[in-house]
Nanobody
Framework: QVQLVESGGGLVQAGGSLRLSCAAS????????MGWFRQTTGKEREFVAA????????YYADSVKGRFTISRDNAKITVYLQMNSLKPEDTAVYYC????????????????WGKGTLVTVSS
C-alpha cells in the first residue's frame, strides 16, 4: 500500500517561514514526480509546486514563485516545501501528491495523495 504522510504544518506569523515534509512509503518513489497542492474551505484544490523524479525540473504556481522552494531527497524518499515570506492568503491545508508522470502531478490528477497538513498564517 502506497502512503504519503505530510508534516511540518502549523501556525506562523505573516513574513515567517515553514518547511513541509512529505514522506513516502510502499514503493520506490525515486522514479516518481512529486508535488504539493493546497486547499482552503470552499475553494478548489490548487497547484503549488512540483518536482521531477531527478529533481532536475521544478514547477511553481505564480502565487508562490520566489517565496517557496520544492526539493527532494530520494534516499529518504521525502519531498520538501520550504515556504518563506508567508502571507495570510497562504493559509490552507497542504497536500502531497505523487505520480510517475509529472504532468499529472501538476494537473492535480496524480495517483497518490497524502491526507494533508494545515498551515495557518496570521496577519
Amino acid at each position: 500500500q502506497v502512503q504519503l504522510v505530510e508534516s511540518g504544518g502549523g501556525l506562523v506569523q505573516a513574513g515567517g517561514s515553514l518547511r513541509l515534509s512529505c514522506a513516502a512509503s510502499g514503493r520506490t518513489f525515486s522514479s516518481y514526480a512529486m508535488g504539493w497542492f493546497r486547499q482552503t474551505t470552499g475553494k478548489e484544490r490548487e497547484f503549488v509546486a512540483a518536482i521531477t523524479w531527478s529533481g532536475g525540473r521544478t514547477y511553481y504556481a505564480d502565487s508562490v514563485k520566489g517565496r517557496f522552494t520544492i526539493s527532494r531527497d530520494n534516499a529518504k524518499i521525502t519531498v520538501y516545501l520550504q515556504m518563506n515570506s508567508l502571507k495570510p492568503e497562504d493559509t490552507a491545508v497542504y497536500y502531497c501528491v505523487a505520480d510517475s508522470n509529472p504532468r499529472t502531478v501538476v494537473g492535480g490528477t496524480g495517483d497518490y495523495w497524502g491526507k494533508g497538513t494545515l498551515v495557518t498564517v496570521s496577519s
